[in-house]
Nanobody
């Protein structure tokens, strides 16, 4: 059974940091490109960051320099380190695994940036 379970979300003050985790099971994690998306209320889901099976990364422009995506294939986990958080980063954050025609999504974790 395929599972992607996000964790690490919560309430943080502006300027603060959070590290999200996405634990995968039920598929060969190391083969998959992993992505983080987010969806704010009333807005479309948007790509935050991606990491390929070879470790190459890319980021949405608004996250460059603040967010870092990484993966640990031994733990079947992908991470999103988020620094210098802003209120506009408030959203539900989702991880997605992709390989050829297969896509799997997690259930999401809420991140709220507010004073």
């Amino acid at each position: 059974q395929v599972q992607l379970v996000e964790s690490g979300g919560g309430l943080v003050q502006p300027g603060g940091s959070l590290r999200l985790s996405c634990a995968a099971s039920g598929f060969t994690f190391s083969r998959y490109t992993m992505r983080w998306y987010r969806q704010a209320p009333g807005k479309e889901r948007e790509l935050v960051a991606a990491i390929t099976n070879g470790g190459s990364t890319n980021y949405a422009d608004s996250m460059k320099g603040r967010f870092t995506i990484s993966r640990d294939n031994a733990k079947n986990t992908v991470y999103l380190q988020m620094n210098s958080l802003k209120p506009e980063d408030t959203a539900v954050y989702y991880c997605k695994a992709s390989f050829l025609t297969r896509d799997y999504w997690g259930q999401g974790t809420q991140v709220t940036v507010s004073s």
